[in-house]
């Protein structure tokens, strides 16, 4: 092993700044880095282009960076973001007796909704992919139920619970933002990738609802496939503002500046939780959370007493507990602090990358063991 460990980092799903994706693999890079380890990162080229390439620009953007990894120098030590195609470097991984971390950030099922045309040939893309967890040295996971799933798909417990964090340079408290927003008054604030199971429709209804305060508005950044649909309420209703993406610094302002953070998702997380990024950039500005009831993030929520829990899909629920923290600032603030203390101090990226430092150090040092003098 060398003084200072190598690391390639695979990542073969597409990270555009802006996309948590993004913050997740560049965060936890840069904080190795700081802790002694050469990690490089291995992605697609086809990451960094506008327009979002055909399936078969991918697979050979899948196959073209796995030989780039290959035919590089010999790692200490591969850290895969897991995916069907990374079963390529991780056999040749296995036959090079190199040490292998999986990260895991869904099951199977994320794979065959992103490519329905895989749905066809389940049987084989689990098998590879139950493959690489079986043969890694270690598996970290984002969410305590995934870690549950993991363990039992690997056969093995060498898994361990890393979720998401925040950038608390970035995202804290007097986080300002420049004049972006074009009136005054309170404001709640929903930020990130505009899909159906974020629950717009969930909040548009909401603000619709009698239960609803009058005077505070909905704030709504980011880009999307509801994006257009946002647009044309906005247009019905005066208490709804869009904003198009803005860097992180003024994002940080705005969330900073509202009186809560918006996070109604909706769909079938009960078997797998989730910890969205968006919980933890919100808490660490010091705001109160206002979150659907889905394993992970309304755990966290109930047992910090950080936020407001409402049933996903209940626009009416929602309105209520905007209508709750507005009546109540001081206990909305004193939320808001309960969550950005919890946050700085276990929940940052630096703290993410420390934990994923002692495992890295860990695999290294049981592989080590294992080689022949």
């Known amino acids: 092993m060398h003084l200072k460990p190598i690391l390639y980092y695979l990542c073969l799903q597409a990270t555009r700044q802006g996309q948590a994706s993004y913050s997740h693999v560049h965060e936890i890079l840069s904080g190795l880095q700081r802790r002694g380890v050469s990690a490089i990162l291995f992605e697609p080229a086809h990451v960094k282009s506008v327009n979002h390439p055909n399936i078969f620009s991918r697979l050979q953007g899948f196959i073209s960076t796995q030989f780039k990894l290959i035919f590089s120098d010999k790692p200490d030590l591969v850290y895969v973001r897991w995916h069907f195609a990374t079963i390529l470097v991780s056999f040749w991984a296995k036959v090079r007796n190199i040490p292998v971390i999986q990260e895991v950030n869904g099951p199977y099922e994320d794979l065959f909704l992103s490519y329905p045309w895989t749905r066809k040939f389940r049987n084989f893309f689990v098998f590879i992919m139950r493959q690489q967890l079986k043969w890694a040295d270690a598996v970290i996971a984002v969410t305590p139920q995934l870690v549950e799933w993991s363990c039992k798909e690997s056969c093995h417990d060498n898994v361990y619970l890393i979720s998401n964090g925040a950038n608390t340079d970035i995202f804290r408290n007097e986080a300002s933002h420049t004049e972006l927003i074009q009136y005054s008054g309170k404001y709640v604030i929903f930020f990130g990738a505009l899909a159906p199971w974020q629950g717009v429709d969930v909040m548009l209804e909401a603000i619709s609802s009698h239960e609803w305060p009058s005077k505070v508005t909905l704030l709504i950044v980011g880009d ?125 990226w630096d703290a993410k990358a420390e934990e994923t430092f002692h495992i890295i150090c860990d695999v290294l040092s049981n592989n080590l063991k294992k080689s022949p003098d």
Not at 269 to 293: N, Q
Not at 302 to 322: F, K, N, S, T, Y
């Open 224 to 348: 999307g496939a509801d994006k257009t649909k946002i647009i044309e309420a906005s247009r019905s209703y005066s208490c709804l503002h869009y904003l198009p993406s803005v860097d992180q610094k003024n994002l940080a302002g705005l969330i900073a500046s509202s009186l809560a953070s918006m996070i109604p998702k909706i769909g079938e997380w009960s078997k797998t939780g989730l910890f969205p990024l968006k919980l933890f950039e919100s808490l660490a500005c010091g705001v109160p959370v206002v979150v659907s009831d889905w394993p992970g993030m309304a755990d966290f929520v109930r047992e910090h007493q950080c936020g407001i829990v409402v049933p996903p899909g209940d626009p009416e629920a929602l309105a209520r507990a905007v209508a709750e923290l507005d009546k109540d600032p001081a206990s909305a603030r004193i939320m808001g602090g309960r969550g950005s203390e919890v946050v700085r101090l276990s929940h940052s």
